[in-house]
């Protein structure tokens, strides 16, 4: 699930976030898993949503779940590819496998 007031979304899934930053300048946003960039508001809605679908199992996919994956990298301008690197490097650096 999806948690949002009007400076952070979190998850109860997932130990990342997002956050608004205090500058305020649009786009405002910051990913815990994607430092260096700025997304705007849907766009980390959509960031969390899509660390929420790569949290389940990947052969429980079904096809609604896999064409999310990619509009919402295609939402951040990325690949699903780059965007699960950058989350599994994000888990390591946590001491996760």
Same mark, same amino acid.
């Not at 007031?5 to 815990?32: F, G, H, M, N, Y």
């Not at 790569?54 to 780059?82: I, M, N």
């Given at each position: ?6 400076? =952070?979304?979190? *998850?109860? %899934? =997932? @130990? /990342? #976030?997002?956050? %608004?930053?205090?500058?305020?300048? /649009?786009?405002? #946003? !910051? $990913?815990?898993? #994607?430092?260096? +960039?700025?997304?705007?508001? /849907? @766009?980390? +809605?959509?960031?969390? !949503?899509?660390?929420?679908?790569? *949290?389940?199992? %990947?052969? @429980? #996919?079904?096809?609604?779940?896999? %064409?999310?994956? @990619? !509009?919402?990298?295609?939402? $951040?301008?990325? =690949?699903?590819? !780059? ?5 599994? +490097?994000? +888990? $390591? ?5």
């Amino acid at each position: 699930m999806i948690y949002e007031s009007s400076r =952070t979304i979190t *998850s109860s %899934r =997932t @130990q /990342e #976030w997002a956050r %608004r930053s205090a500058d305020a300048v /649009e786009p405002a #946003w !910051e $990913l815990s898993w #994607w430092p260096g +960039r700025r997304f705007t508001k /849907e @766009q980390a +809605r959509a960031a969390m !949503e899509f660390t929420e679908l790569l *949290s389940g199992p %990947r052969d @429980q #996919w079904g096809s609604e779940v896999e %064409r999310r994956v @990619q !509009e919402v990298a295609g939402e $951040l301008g990325t =690949t699903v590819t !780059e965007a699960v690197s950058i989350l599994y +490097r994000r +888990r $390591l650096e946590r001491g996760e496998s």
